[in-house]
T-cell receptor, first 114, second 110 residues
Framework: NAGVTQTPKFRILKIGQSMTLQCTQDMNHNYMYWYRQDPGMGLKLIYYSVGAGITDKGEVPNGYNVSRSTTEDFPLRLELAAPSQTSVYFC?????????????FGNGTRLTVT | RKEVEQDPGPFNVPEGATVAFNCTYSNSASQSFFWYRQDCRKEPKLLMSVYSSGNEDGRFTAQLNRASQYISLLIRDSKLSDSATYLCVVPRFGNEKLTFGTGTRLTIIP
């Protein structure tokens, strides 16, 4: 049981490049999330999904896109990388149950845009 | 008022001491609350869930005060390994959007 798996662990992008951060979970969770965490700051929600085919914006969605074609996968796409997107990105998943829904996080992707 | 607010600290506490910090929330309809710990450069991990008045797990106790809209985390007999950032999470409208506090940084001093 791998939990939530993110790839890559590290990446350096040049301004204007694009990339996809991969996230997959094997716990059959309906809810999945993408957060970013800037140095010394809290987690900010980028996008979330309540199930396959359904996505919605979080606090800071600009510059990102997501898709949820399957329950397991929730990739995050950066189309035109900017220095402001330098951050650590965490993918997470949780059960549907609202009263017992802790988040399970992946190990994170450290992205630097130069 | 922010949805979730935490004292950022840092709290520097000698080993063996008891430390407590609070998390205030603005949405009075929130039903469940979570404390996570995050080690430096690592992902957050669930520490404790709070559904009613509180919860206790070994040296850790979480208490909920609905009237004043805050939850607290108490750590007794603190260990060096307790050094971390503690994040408060307050679900809203089920589990669609989870708001994280900025975290409270705790350092246990030998």
């Amino acid at each position: 049981n791998a939990g939530v798996t993110q790839t890559p662990k590290f990446r350096i992008l040049k301004i204007g490049q694009s990339m996809t951060l991969q996230c997959t979970q094997d716990m059959n969770h309906n809810y999945m999330y993408w957060y970013r965490q800037d140095p010394g700051m809290g987690l900010k929600l980028i996008y979330y999904s309540v199930g396959a085919g359904i996505t919605d914006k979080g606090e800071v969605p600009n510059g990102y896109n997501v898709s949820r074609s399957t329950t397991e996968d929730f990739p995050l796409r950066l189309e035109l990388a900017a220095p402001s997107q330098t951050s650590v990105y965490f993918c997470a998943s949780s059960y549907l149950d609202r009263y017992n829904s802790p988040l399970h996080f992946g190990n994170g992707t450290r992205l630097t845009v130069t | 008022r922010k949805e979730v607010e935490q004292d950022p600290g840092p709290f520097n506490v000698p080993e063996g001491a008891t430390v407590a910090f609070n998390c205030t929330y603005s949405n009075s309809a929130s039903q469940s609350f979570f404390w996570y710990r995050q080690d430096c450069r690592k992902e957050p991990k669930l520490l404790m869930s709070v559904y009613s008045s509180g919860n206790e797990d070994g040296r850790f106790t979480a208490q909920l005060n609905r009237a004043s809209q805050y939850i607290s985390l108490l750590i007794r007999d603190s260990k060096l390994s307790d050094s971390a950032t503690y994040l408060c999470v307050v679900p809203r409208f089920g589990n669609e959007k989870l708001t994280f506090g900025t975290g409270t940084r705790l350092t246990i001093i030998p």
